[in-house]
């Protein structure tokens, strides 16, 4: 080895040394704000940040392992497909708030005949009715049984006097409702509350072994039609319209 290699040698060394006694020094400057835990090794300090910083890195990293990047593309779809739906409920609702419902108007009659002459009262069985219970229209009839949704607040053997009636017709003439015709009601009695018959909801995707089978009982309410009242004012006698002029 050469006189000028020596010396390189021993160059490199020297700065190695100087870096490491400048590290030393910089430790024992910072040690003393640090606070310090004891170990079987000796003296070790210890950040709380650092400590943190750790734990939720070693977190993420778990989460992503375990966490399969189908499973993260089919959450993030359910998710956005739930943002979709909450923003047109909103737009719905403010659409219900400026839209202007229809002003109401009074029932129209209308003849079928204008020769024949409309015999009153009409005979129970000679009368049906288009009605509104919750939030389905039912023609009805007397005697008739109809399976309506599930009316909670009335009993078994009660009697229900509903007043939403969309039409009444018979033989001679119609009675048309802007919405409701305000001079008829149907008279129905609870006759059971149950439960519908059993419907499967099966669900399958194929080459994904996924097979789920439940079954629904919807609960409804059974009524029997007992009248259909319609007391035709005078005054709509007068406004009646001919079907045919």
């Not at 490491?20 to 310090?36: E, F, N, T």
């Amino acid at each position: 080895m050469c006189i000028r290699d020596r010396v390189s040698t021993q160059s490199t060394w020297g700065m190695l040394n100087l870096l490491r006694g400048c590290q030393r020094a910089m430790g024992a400057m910072l040690r003393p704000s640090l606070p310090m835990q004891s170990s079987a090794f000796g003296v070790r300090c210890f950040s709380e940040f650092f400590r943190e910083r750790d734990k939720q890195e070693r977190i993420l990293y778990y989460t992503e392992q375990t966490h399969f990047w189908k499973y993260k593309k089919l959450r993030d779809q359910w998710q956005k497909l739930k943002k979709k739906k909450e923003l047109r409920r909103q737009r719905k609702a403010l659409r219900d708030l400026t839209k202007t419902p229809p002003e109401p108007q009074a029932e129209k009659l209308v003849t079928h005949s204008p020769q024949a002459e409309i015999v009153l009262p009409q005979p129970e069985n000679g009368i049906f009715a288009v009605v509104k219970i919750g939030a389905s229209q039912l023609k009805v009839t007397k005697d008739d049984q109809v399976v309506s949704e599930w009316l909670k607040d009335y009993e078994v053997n009660q009697q229900i006097v509903f007043d939403k009636v969309l039409l009444v017709a018979t033989k001679d003439y119609t009675s048309l409702g802007r919405p409701f015709v305000e001079s008829a009601k149907v008279y129905a009695t609870v006759e059971e509350q149950t439960l519908s018959k059993k419907v499967i909801v099966f669900k399958k995707k194929r080459r994904k072994d996924y097979k789920k089978s439940r079954g629904h009982r919807q609960r409804i309410t059974i009524l029997r039609i007992d009248k259909i009242v319609h007391d035709i004012p005078e005054e709509l006698l007068h406004r009646a319209i001919p079907l045919i002029p």
